[in-house]
């Protein structure tokens, strides 16, 4: 059974950055599209950014293009999201998901297994 686990998040300034990770266990990891999504109270969940399985190829909401990069390393099962130049308007609980597929997505419900979130909340 995939278990993800998302860290690093926290309480930042505006202007900051965090690197958010998330560690994938009880599978094999190089076979997983991942994601990062965000949720505010009230919200739907939001696309963040993706990377393919072998990390060729990531893409990324429009919000935080330029700012955010997404990465992996498959020997450490962990995702990566590094967030640069935070703004008030990045807080929210940030979730990875990941999908065995062909192809990295950018809709929440194609992702099958998600993580438990880690809160960012960015002051002004």
């Known amino acids: 059974q995939v278990h993800l686990t998302e860290s690093g998040g926290g309480l930042v300034q505006a202007g900051a950055s965090l690197r958010l990770s998330c560690v994938a266990s009880?599978?094999?990891?190089?076979?997983?599209?991942m994601g990062w999504f965000l949720r505010t109270p009230g919200n739907e969940r939001e696309f963040v950014a993706a990377?393919?399985?072998?990390?060729?190829?990531?893409y990324y909401g429009d919000s935080v293009k330029g700012r955010f990069t997404v990465s992996r390393d498959n020997p450490k099962n962990t995702l990566y999201l590094q967030m640069n130049s935070l703004k008030p308007e990045d807080t929210a609980v940030y979730y990875c998901?990941?999908?065995?597929?062909?192809?990295?997505?950018?809709?929440?419900?194609?992702?099958?297994?998600w993580g438990q979130g880690t809160q960012v909340t960015v002051s002004s």
């Open positions: 998901a990941a999908r065995v597929t062909e192809n990295a997505a950018v809709t929440p419900d194609l992702y099958g297994e």
């Open positions: 009880g599978c094999t990891f190089s076979l997983y599209n």
């Open positions: 990377i393919t399985r072998s990390g060729d190829n990531s």
